[in-house]
């Protein structure tokens, strides 16, 4: 009697695994997933109660405090450390804490190549709070001008090598927009960031300008190309 039950329920326990494999092929691989994230839930709902919320800047001073002088950049042959970009991310969040009204939550929207400087401005603005938005660099005319208004900036920073892109709009930017140019010299309506960033303090700004307090907070716009 007991063998018979036990034959029954092994070979009921193999037909319905044959049966899953058929119709639900993925469904372990799904479980093991859906578990995963629940845990990752847990956890984040976990640290929104501790107050204690973790960006990407703050991992990335984490990680500065720790490995100063381990790179974190190589463009072109060129090293940048944790603590150059540090260091360099920090005159930008001065820059613009001394020369615009900039607040916490501000957007501000970043046209710029791959280049160092994209990372720098990107975590300088961060160190203020901003919420940055990334431009897609090969988009002209009314594409930039249709993002540029979606996103709603007060000021827009753009690259040496953008800047002729930028200036066939100037006329056409929503008011109350700054524009900063990564240049030296900059045509009339754009402030020189470049320039401002050589008497820039480096020194740390204060951490309560940028701490993340809502995860529904917007902390970046990546505007892409479509085929992300």
Known sequence: MLLSWLTGLAAGIIFLHFLQKLAFPYFWDDFWYLLKVVRYGIRLEMYVLKGELFTVLDKFLSLAKKQPQKPFIIYEGDIHTYQDVDKRSSRVAHVFLNHSALKRGDTVALLMSNEPDFVHV?????????????????????SLLHCIRSCEPRALVVGADLLG??????????????????????????????EKLGTASDKPVPRSLHVASSLKSPHLYIFTSGTT
């Open 165 to 194: 892109t930028v200036e066939e709009i100037l006329p056409s930017l929503p008011e109350g927009i700054t524009v900063w140019g990564m240049n030296d010299s900059v045509p009339q309506g754009v402030t020189s960031l470049k």
């Open 122 to 142: 990107w975590f300088g603005l961060a160190k203020l709070g901003c919420v940055v938005a990334f431009l897609n660099s090969n988009i002209r005319s009314n």
